[in-house]
């Protein structure tokens, strides 16, 4: 008879050896997926794209591409950076699309793109709004990018250059670096500089506008990309000089310096305010729109007292100018012991200048708004003009109103004086150049004369 229990014993070994098995093999994990090898950016091509590059450019190589779909319905364009085997830094980018027959070709082409160095590079990036180059460059220590943006030109007509940006980021182990970048619209002329200064610590985002002359249309085949192809567009500005002119004492532009450390001075003014001396009236703006001749947004004025000692002292400073005029042109006088603020603002339909005038009234209190002159022009195409002059003084209250006009070839005139109600003295200090601000207070009253005529033949 079989022995049982060696048989028990058996069956157990056997069971604990398959339940070792079990476990190890769960234990045991699964063989690796093979990995597909990433595929060159010549490979992510459609066979007709590669073939017709193959055939236009035999000894070159794809080495970036760009897929987008641009405005053409259906078209799935395509555009390449192309360079040779032996790494000779040259590079041509092309432009692929459909053909009428289903395969592909190349479109357009330029011309050697050669970035310079080793480090440098040149890639390609098709986008809703056209095609955008970019190629960056050894500048001594710094690498400079340049962006080229290409539009597409309408029917058979070639792609041409709309657009350029050059940047230099600042460096980051060196504090004195400065971050610099020129954005330029190739279709306006619209070219604006920003520059990010470390300013002891505080960073500082500083913006220049200007504009630059406008070049004939530069095709997409044509253009050089060289560094110095839009030099004009692109080259670095000169500092913005905190006085322009040049004509400020050292001492007043130290004060104003001190006071305004990120703004320029537009205008100045010098003259008898209230003593003998030589007081200074001075039109400040933002650095970032002093390339904007006569913007008025945010400008302040701010008056500088001559001193016995020959120094001079910052005494009144405005509030910052009110931006229903942000393209008015500034302009300040002292004459005859009154400070003149002129804004003028001048369009396709004719202009507005209002000459705000302040002095001293008493000779120990702060500049005051003492008179108010505004001058409308109005021009319409039919040859009708109208000119009214509007003076007001606020001292007396007297107010006087002149209308000259010409319609149909008859000139007229209109004569009104009034008075006003008296009104609270309204101080330099803080005051924003806002003339809303005088329209509740300032109301003439009913007219004491009138003179009304016709001149010229009427």
Not at 140 to 169: I, K
Not at 216 to 244: K, N, Q, W, Y
Not at 295 to 304: Q, S
């Amino acid at each position: 008879m079989p022995d049982f229990p060696s048989l028990s014993a058996t069956v157990r070994g056997f069971a604990a050896l398959a339940l070792t098995a079990i476990l190890a093999g769960c234990a045991t994990p699964p063989p690796p997926t093979p990995v597909a090898a990433k595929r060159t950016p010549e490979q992510r091509l459609p066979d007709g794209a590669r073939q017709a590059l193959a055939q236009r450019f035999p000894g070159l190589r794809v080495v970036s591409d760009s897929n987008s779909l641009l405005p053409a319905p259906g078209a799935d364009d395509v555009a390449v950076v192309l360079a040779r085997g032996d790494g000779s830094g040259a590079f041509t980018i092309a432009l692929l699309g459909p053909d009428a027959r289903g395969g592909w070709r190349v479109a357009e082409s330029s011309r050697p793109v050669v970035p310079g160095c080793a480090q440098c590079s040149v890639s390609a990036e098709l986008a809703p709004h056209g095609l955008y180059v970019r190629v960056i460059r050894a500048e001594g220590a710094d690498f400079e990018n340049f962006t080229y943006q290409f539009a597409p030109g309408g029917g058979s007509d070639p792609w041409r250059l709309v657009g350029v940006t050059s940047y230099v980021p600042a460096r980051p182990d060196d504090p004195a670096s400065r971050g610099f970048a020129a954005s330029v619209d190739l279709l306006t002329g619209q070219r604006t500089d920003i520059l990010d200064d470390a300013g002891n610590g505080a960073p500082v985002h500083r913006e220049r506008q200007s504009t630059v002359p406008l070049r004939p249309p530069i095709a997409f085949g044509d253009f050089s990309f060289t560094a110095d192809a839009l030099d004009a567009e692109t080259r670095r500005l000169p500092p913005i000089v905190f006085d322009p002119a040049g004509t400020l004492p050292a001492a007043a532009v130290d004060a104003l310096r001190e006071r305004f450390p990120q703004m320029t001075v537009q205008s100045q003014s010098s003259g008898a305010l209230r003593g003998e001396g030589r007081d200074i009236a001075a039109v400040l703006v933002p650095a970032d729109r002093s390339g904007r001749t006569g913007a008025a947004a945010d400008a302040v004025v701010a008056v500088l007292l001559a001193q016995p000692d020959g120094s001079v002292r910052l005494a009144d400073v405005s509030g910052v100018m009110a931006h229903d005029c942000p393209t008015c042109d500034v302009q300040v006088q002292i004459a005859r012991r009154t400070l003149s603020v002129q804004t003028t603002s001048v369009n396709a339909t004719g202009s507005v200048s209002v000459d705000w005038q302040f002095a001293f009234r008493p000779k120990d209190a702060p500049l005051r708004l003492v008179g108010l002159r505004t001058e409308t022009t109005l021009r319409a195409v039919d040859n009708t003009s109208r000119r009214t002059v509007a003076s007001t003084n606020l001292v007396n209250g007297e107010r006087i109103e002149v209308e000259d006009a010409v319609v149909n070839g008859r000139r007229s005139r209109r004569e009104q004086r009034s008075r006003l109600s008296p009104r609270t003295a309204i101080v330099l200090s803080d005051f924003a150049f806002d003339a809303s601000a005088l329209a509740d207070d300032v109301r003439p009253e009913p007219a004491v004369s009138t003179v009304a005529g016709s001149l010229g033949g009427s």
